[in-house]
């Protein structure tokens, strides 16, 4: 599959399969077409947070919901990309507290593939967007080799 190379905010966009997916994912919430116009660089921008930034982020307070919309969104793209690389639809069920603590979960028929305790999710994105998309990929690689396991699990 080719990938799209170009300079964005976060260094070199490759658009790798979960950042297309991710992408894919954000622009199905946009149902008057605003984002139509817009890469998915653009779109996604907003999950590349530098060191500088997350330092300026206070922790006190209730997470933003612009922030936990984008974590929804991160788990919602893994669990798409579980499902068309093993058959298998994987959903996705989180805890958070108004601290920005909590827990994400996202299981496959009777099988957890994803088992992932979040803190300080007031500062959740990633540096660059290789970041962002080996750490969608590393999750999604775990999750496979889970099913590949325990098959019947998950396909109960």
Do not use: N
């Not at 209730?62 to 058959?87: H, N």
């Amino acid at each position: 599959m080719a990938t799209e190379t170009i300079e964005a905010r976060g260094g070199t966009w490759t658009g790798t399969p979960f950042l297309k997916q991710l992408g894919a994912v954000i622009r199905a919430e946009d149902s008057y077409g605003t984002w139509d116009d817009k890469t998915d660089a653009d779109i996604l921008s907003e999950f590349i947070v530098t060191r500088e930034e997350r330092q300026e982020i206070p922790i006190i307070g209730d997470p933003d919901p612009d922030v936990m919309w984008r974590i929804t969104k991160f788990y919602d793209a893994i669990g798409l990309m579980i499902e068309k690389e093993s058959g298998c639809m994987a959903s996705q069920m989180q805890k958070m507290s108004h601290e920005g603590f909590g827990r994400i979960v996202l299981i496959a028929g009777k099988l957890v593939v994803v088992s992932k305790h979040l803190r300080d999710v007031h500062r959740f994105g990633f540096e660059t967007w290789d970041k962002l998309s080996e750490g969608g990929e590393k999750i999604i690689a775990d999750a496979v080799a889970s099913i590949e396991k325990y098959p019947d699990a998950a396909k109960a």
